[in-house]
C-alpha cells in the first residue's frame, strides 16, 4: 500500500507576481500528478494549498497553518525574497522545509530552504561576464524596491566596479509602480552600453514597453547596441509583455526549446517541478521517516543524483544565456554543471576590489 504524504504548495495566484506564481503551481502539480500515476512509486502526493493572494502579511500565517494543521513537513512555495524570508521563521519553529524554485539574490543559507533554481554566479555573473566582451561595461541599473532588486544592483556594482566599468544611474520602483518615464529620461541621457532591468511584474513590463518606444525614436537603444538584461524574465510572461520582450537578453538554467525533449513553459515551473520530483524521491528512500531533517535527507545516497549540495542546500544548474528573437528564447551561450556559489565565496580569481558583507540566515 502506498504510503501517503501531504505537501504544502504556498503560491500567490493574484497580485503582482501572479504570472510567476502560477508557472510554479503549474510545475509543482505536473510533478505531483506524475508521481501519483506512476504504478511503482511507493507513495501518493497530497497537495495542501494555501493562496496568500499576493498579501506579504499572509505567508507566515499560512505556512504556520499548513505546517500546524496538517501532517506536511515540505513546503513548495514562494515567489519573491521577501515571501521566502518571511516563512523561515515559521518553518524553524515547526520544523518544516520550503523548496524554493525561484532565481533570487543569494547571501543566504537557511537548513530550512532548499533552493532548486538559480542563484548570482548561475545568472548575474555569466550574463555580466558575457555583456562586458560584447557591448561594453557601462551599465544603467533598474529594479523593484524590494530585496532582490537591491541586492542584483549591488552585486551588479561590484561586479561592473572590478571589471573597471561605471554604472551610469540606477532607480527603483514600488512593486507595481508603472511610472517609468523618469527611468527612461535618465537612460536617455546616460547612453549606457546595457541596462540591468530587475523590476518585476507590471512595472517590468511596463518599462519594457516603454524601451521599446525609445529604441524606435534613437536606434542607440536598440537591442544591436543597448540591450536590457534580465536575471527572472522567462516564457511564463510573454503574453503580458507582447512584442517589447523581442531583443531582451536573459539568463537561467532552463529556456524552452523546439524538439523531442520535454518542453516546460518556463525555467519557473521546471523548478517547482523538479523540487517535487526531487522530494518525492528523497521521501521514497527514507522508509517510512517523513519527518527525517531535510539535512539527512540530502546527505543521504539517495541524494547524490539530485545535484543539490548539502550543506549550503543549493542546487548544482547549467547556465544557459539567451535572447527574445521572434516571440522565443534563442541561447546565445551555455555552461553546463555550474554549482551554485551563494556567498560569492570562489570569486577571489577575479580582480574585485571589494567584498560583500556576508550574513546566513538560520
Not at 143 to 149: A, H, L, M, P, V
Not at 157 to 170: K, L, Q, S, Y
Not at 295 to 306: G, H, N, Q
Request: proline letters at 7%; hydrophobic letters at 40%.
Amino acid at each position: 500500500m502506498r504510503r501517503r504524504i501531504e505537501i504544502g504548495l504556498l503560491y500567490s495566484r493574484e497580485g503582482s507576481y501572479a504570472l510567476l506564481s502560477e508557472a510554479c503551481r503549474a510545475g509543482a502539480l505536473s510533478a505531483i500528478a506524475e508521481v501519483n500515476a506512476d504504478p511503482a512509486a511507493a507513495l501518493e502526493l497530497i497537495a495542501v494549498e494555501r493562496d496568500p493572494r499576493g498579501n506579504l502579511d499572509l505567508y507566515g500565517p499560512l505556512c504556520a497553518e499548513i505546517l500546524r494543521d496538517t501532517t506536511a513537513r515540505h513546503v513548495v512555495g514562494c515567489i519573491t525574497s521577501s515571501s521566502r524570508k518571511e516563512v523561515i521563521p515559521t518553518l524553524e519553529k515547526a520544523g518544516g522545509t520550503l523548496w524554493y524554485a525561484c532565481p533570487y539574490e543569494g547571501f543566504e543559507a537557511s537548513d530550512r530552504v532548499v533552493y532548486t533554481h538559480a542563484c548570482p554566479n548561475q545568472h548575474l555573473l555569466p550574463l555580466l561576464d558575457w555583456t562586458f566582451a560584447r557591448f561594453g561595461r557601462r551599465g544603467y541599473l533598474t529594479g523593484s524596491n524590494y530585496i532582490w532588486g537591491w541586492e542584483i544592483g549591488r552585486v551588479a556594482r561590484d561586479v561592473i566596479g572590478a571589471a573597471g566599468g561605471t554604472v551610469v544611474g540606477e532607480r527603483f520602483l514600488p512593486i507595481g509602480d508603472t511610472d517609468v518615464g523618469r527611468i527612461i529620461e535618465e537612460i536617455r541621457a546616460t547612453r549606457p552600453d546595457f541596462v540591468l532591468n530587475s523590476l518585476i511584474g507590471p512595472s517590468s513590463y511596463e518599462f519594457l514597453r516603454a524601451y521599446a518606444a525609445l529604441g524606435l525614436q534613437d536606434p542607440h537603444f536598440t537591442a544591436a547596441r543597448c540591450p536590457v538584461l534580465s536575471c527572472n524574465l522567462t516564457e511564463c510572461e510573454f503574453d503580458a509583455i507582447g512584442p517589447a520582450a523581442e531583443g531582451v537578453i536573459s539568463a537561467g538554467p532552463y529556456f524552452r526549446q523546439p524538439g523531442p525533449a520535454r518542453a516546460f513553459g518556463s525555467s519557473f515551473e521546471a523548478a517547482a517541478h523538479g523540487a517535487v520530483r526531487t522530494l518525492a524521491a528523497l521521501l521514497s528512500n527514507a522508509g517510512n521517516q517523513e519527518h527525517v531533517p531535510t539535512a539527512d535527507l540530502l546527505a543521504s545516497p539517495a541524494a547524490t543524483p539530485c545535484r543539490i549540495d548539502p550543506e549550503t542546500h543549493h542546487t548544482t544548474l547549467p547556465v544557459l544565456i539567451a535572447q527574445v528573437q521572434g516571440g522565443a528564447f534563442h541561447i546565445l551561450d551555455r555552461r553546463e554543471d555550474v554549482a551554485a556559489d551563494p556567498y560569492l565565496s570562489r570569486r577571489d580569481r577575479r580582480p574585485v576590489q571589494s567584498r560583500p558583507n556576508l550574513a546566513v540566515v538560520k
